[in-house]
């Protein structure tokens, strides 16, 4: 087992009263595509600054490869970071842009012109290197931006929502060659997102924050199949949640009541963030079936279909079961036969104990 | 519709009569050979600006208000960076206030500037020199150079100076490296705007010259001889054409360093 590149204990910073983050504590593996996932305001840009040098904590410690980084200033870290402006330097050209670190450590020159080169051709940017940087599309002023960092060879390459000022299908293209470029270089990338679609793409594990702590750290199978909260689970992808109650537990398995499906016993493996607090199960979208002609499943329940939304590829329906009047959607792919239900119309829905998870 | 569009254009053209006229009359007596200011007009002349080369005291004049003009410009730009800078990056307690302070001149009358520092001045015991002007014109010009500069350097993408020293650059190199480069074309401005500012301020240079009187200061005293009149307008000819191609000089660098770094306009006032 090596030692993670990255070790945060009992990370706090705050803002006057405002507490940005509070006990973080992570360890971040060496060479691992690490995303850090939360909506706007939950500290996962301050935590991605504290580990850059750009903030100082208020307590906890911070080490990277080992080494404490207390009083370490961000030109000393063996960190370099992505910013979400790029923050190319407007009047100089792409290769002196990439340069500018090596010249700062006084490299020789013959050295800093064969790493500038090989950097710049990494990110798919051969020829370039006497543009003017201003003039660069915002997919080109990432790559510069990525070579710029990666030409110093840094233990961590930290990334500041490097993704949200480019347009979709530019963006798609972005995941895919960050992706490769991160398993090529071998380099840790941390990378900060409030996309979880982005988060799940591209990384090895995902933090997910919220209101300054770290909710859950996870692989994205996990985090998705396995979310420890409501909260989380809303965060990542779409998550139905009804309403229960537990009866009792014993052993290995847990009784609960789920007024809209009856009651069930399940294993205490699907209390996935503990029994504490339980008071609702949730179910993906996928995991309901709408049944058709002689279609069995597991369990069966009667609904009404209260909307649909039809996406070509797939239909969502928003169905509302009987007993609690409770709404779940529920998400159909459109195989060939299988005809799109109207609204008001009765549905025969399918589910399985297992695919239930009980959830605070 | 139409109607109020017709008033609005001779209210425009009635405006910039009463702009430039009296500035297009300079060249026009500068070149009459008569040596009474007044139409019509007699023949074609340059004799004017011949008495100009001759005049002694005119050249030193101009030599003390380019020295003046240069040194002001220097300082009130050297304390705009200072001012700019700390105000746009930096919180500290009473920053407003302190601000405010600082920018107070520029609305202050300069006779009281005048006044007041002629009169600290003499109970201090210093002499009248051309560094008393000196320090007047940059206590009125530094507030201009502020306020360009302030601009300037807010427009700087903070990023940029972490990125700087995230790529291991030192603070200091960050500031010559990045910052100072970004602004220049506020620099630039303010550079102009304080050597012009001095250039032809007259309350304060009037109280504080000594025996070294500055070129307004010496223009006004020849106004007492209608005979010098002539020759004054060939003068103020001289220093609308210098300061006509100064600015388009300035603007012209101006816009090329926009253009070189792609960087917002800063300063774009000119």
Same mark, same amino acid.
């Given at each position: 087992m090596?030692?993670?590149?990255?070790q945060?204990s009992?990370?706090?910073?705050? &803002?006057?009263?405002?507490?940005?983050?509070?006990?973080?504590?992570?360890? +971040?593996?060496?060479?691992?595509?690490?995303?850090?996932?939360?909506?706007?305001g939950?500290?996962?840009?301050?935590?991605?600054?504290?580990?850059?040098?750009?903030?100082?904590?208020?307590?906890? /410690?911070?080490?990277?490869?080992?080494?404490s980084?207390?009083?370490v200033?961000?030109?000393?870290?063996?960190?370099?970071?992505v910013?979400?402006?790029?923050? +190319?330097?407007?009047?100089?050209?792409?290769?002196?842009?990439?340069?500018?670190?090596l010249?700062?450590?006084?490299?020789?020159?013959?050295?800093?012109?064969?790493?500038?080169?090989?950097? +710049?051709?990494m990110v798919?940017?051969?020829?370039?290197?006497?543009?003017?940087?201003?003039?660069?599309?915002?997919?080109?002023?990432?790559?510069?931006?990525?070579?710029?960092?990666?030409?110093?060879?840094?233990?961590?390459?930290?990334?500041?929502?490097p @993704?949200?000022?480019?347009?979709?299908?530019?963006?798609?293209?972005?995941?895919s060659?960050?992706?490769?470029?991160?398993?090529?270089?071998?380099?840790? %990338?941390? @990378?900060?997102?409030?996309?979880?679609?982005?988060a799940?793409?591209?990384?090895?594990?995902?933090?997910?924050?919220f209101?300054?702590? +770290?909710?859950?750290?996870?692989?994205?199978?996990?985090? &998705?199949?396995?979310?420890?909260?409501?909260?989380?689970?809303?965060?990542?992808?779409?998550?139905?949640?009804?309403?229960?109650?537990?009866?009792?537990?014993?052993?290995?398995?847990?009784?609960?009541?789920?007024?809209? %499906?009856?009651?069930?016993?399940?294993?205490?493996?699907?209390a996935?963030?503990?029994?504490?607090?339980?008071?609702?199960?949730?179910?993906?979208?996928?995991?309901?079936?709408?049944?058709?002609?002689?279609?069995?499943a597991?369990r069966?329940?009667?609904?009404?279909?209260?909307?649909?939304?039809? &996406?070509?590829?797939?239909?969502? &329906?928003?169905?509302?079961?009987p %007993?609690?009047?409770?709404?779940?959607?529920?998400?159909?792919?459109?195989?060939?036969?299988? /005809?799109?239900?109207?609204?008001?119309?009765?549905?025969?829905v399918?589910?399985?104990?297992?695919?239930?998870?009980?959830?605070? | 519709?139409?109607?109020?569009?017709?008033?609005?254009?001779?209210?425009?053209?009635?405006?910039?009569v009463?702009?430039?006229?009296?500035a297009?009359?300079?060249?026009?007596?500068?070149?009459?050979?008569?040596?009474?200011?007044?139409?019509?007009?007699?023949?074609?002349?340059?004799?004017?600006?011949?008495?100009?080369q001759?005049?002694?005291?005119?050249?030193?004049a101009?030599?003390?208000?380019?020295m003046?003009?240069?040194t002001?410009a220097?300082?009130?730009?050297?304390?705009?960076?200072?001012?700019?800078r700390?105000?746009?990056?930096?919180?500290?307690?009473?920053?407003?206030?302190?601000?405010?302070?600082?920018?107070?001149?520029m609305?202050?009358p300069?006779?009281?500037?005048g006044?007041s520092?002629?009169?600290?001045i003499?109970?201090?015991?210093?002499?009248l020199?051309?560094?008393?002007?000196?320090?007047?014109?940059?206590?009125?010009?530094?507030?201009?150079?502020?306020?360009?500069?302030?601009?300037?350097?807010?427009?700087?993408?903070?990023?940029?100076?972490?990125?700087?020293?995230?790529l291991?650059?030192?603070?200091?190199?960050t500031?010559?490296?990045?910052?100072?480069?970004?602004?220049m074309?506020?620099?630039?401005?303010?550079?102009?705007?304080?050597?012009?500012?001095?250039?032809d301020?007259?309350?304060i240079a009037?109280?504080?010259?000594?025996t070294?009187?500055?070129?307004?200061?010496?223009?006004?005293?020849q106004?007492?001889?209608?005979?010098?009149?002539?020759?004054?307008?060939?003068?103020?000819?001289?220093?609308?054409?210098?300061?006509?191609?100064?600015l388009?000089?300035?603007?012209?660098?101006?816009?090329?360093?926009?253009r070189?770094t792609?960087?917002?306009?800063?300063g774009?006032?000119?």
């Amino acid at each position: 087992m090596t030692q993670p590149i990255i070790q945060l204990s009992g990370l706090d910073k705050f &803002y006057g009263n405002f507490q940005a983050l509070s006990q973080v504590d992570l360890d +971040i593996k060496t060479g691992e595509f690490f995303s850090l996932l939360g909506p706007s305001g939950c500290g996962k840009t301050t935590l991605l600054r504290s580990i850059a040098g750009f903030e100082t904590p208020s307590a906890g /410690s911070l080490y990277i490869d080992g080494q404490s980084m207390d009083g370490v200033p961000a030109n000393k870290r063996p960190t370099n970071m992505v910013f979400q402006s790029y923050a +190319i330097f407007p009047h100089m050209s792409v290769a002196e842009n990439v340069a500018y670190g090596l010249k700062a450590r006084k490299l020789p020159k013959a050295e800093i012109k064969t790493r500038v080169t090989d950097a +710049i051709a990494m990110v798919g940017l051969q020829g370039f290197g006497e543009r003017a940087s201003h003039g660069l599309s915002g997919g080109q002023r990432q790559r510069v931006a990525l070579a710029r960092a990666l030409v110093l060879k840094p233990r961590v390459l930290l990334l500041d929502e490097p @993704l949200s000022a480019l347009d979709k299908k530019l963006r798609e293209q972005m995941q895919s060659e960050l992706r490769q470029l991160q398993r090529a270089v071998g380099i840790t %990338f941390v @990378l900060v997102t409030h996309d979880q679609e982005e988060a799940l793409t591209m990384s090895d594990r995902i933090a997910v924050m919220f209101d300054g702590t +770290i909710a859950q750290v996870a692989t994205p199978q996990d985090l &998705y199949g396995q979310p420890c909260s409501r909260l989380v689970a809303n965060f990542i992808g779409m998550m139905n949640f009804l309403d229960a109650k537990i009866l009792s537990t014993s052993g290995e398995t847990v009784d609960v009541d789920v007024q809209s %499906f009856g009651k069930l016993t399940l294993p205490l493996g699907q209390a996935t963030g503990g029994l504490e607090g339980c008071d609702a199960v949730g179910v993906r979208p996928e995991m309901l079936t709408i049944l058709t002609g002689s279609q069995t499943a597991e369990r069966e329940i009667e609904a009404v279909v209260s909307e649909v939304f039809y &996406y070509g590829d797939m239909t969502y &329906y928003d169905v509302r079961l009987p %007993f609690k009047e409770e709404s779940v959607t529920i998400t159909m792919r459109n195989t060939a036969g299988r /005809s799109i239900l109207g609204v008001g119309e009765k549905a025969r829905v399918g589910w399985s104990a297992s695919s239930l998870l009980l959830l605070k | 519709m139409l109607r109020k569009g017709h008033i609005f254009k001779w209210y425009i053209g009635i405006f910039l009569v009463f702009l430039y006229a009296p500035a297009i009359l300079l060249p026009v007596f500068a070149f009459n050979d008569s040596s009474i200011v007044s139409f019509p007009l007699k023949g074609f002349t340059t004799k004017w600006f011949a008495v100009l080369q001759t005049n002694e005291t005119l050249h030193v004049a101009v030599g003390n208000s380019l020295m003046i003009a240069v040194t002001t410009a220097l300082f009130s730009t050297l304390f705009g960076v200072l001012a700019a800078r700390a105000s746009t990056r930096f919180v500290f307690p009473a920053r407003r206030s302190i601000m405010g302070f600082i920018m107070l001149p520029m609305v202050l009358p300069e006779i009281i500037i005048g006044v007041s520092l002629l009169v600290v001045i003499i109970q201090m015991g210093f002499e009248l020199s051309l560094w008393s002007i000196i320090l007047g014109h940059i206590l009125i010009c530094t507030p201009f150079c502020i306020a360009i500069l302030s601009s300037a350097f807010m427009n700087l993408d903070q990023s940029l100076e972490e990125a700087s020293f995230d790529l291991g650059q030192t603070r200091w190199n960050t500031f010559w490296l990045v910052i100072i480069p970004l602004v220049m074309p506020g620099i630039v401005a303010s550079l102009l705007i304080a050597f012009t500012i001095s250039l032809d301020e007259f309350i304060i240079a009037f109280f504080l010259a000594g025996t070294e009187p500055t070129l307004p200061v010496y223009i006004w005293g020849q106004l007492r001889f209608p005979a010098k009149l002539p020759s004054l307008m060939a003068l103020g000819t001289i220093l609308l054409v210098l300061s006509i191609s100064l600015l388009l000089v300035a603007d012209y660098f101006r816009r090329r360093g926009i253009r070189k770094t792609g960087i917002e306009n800063t300063g774009g006032f000119l």
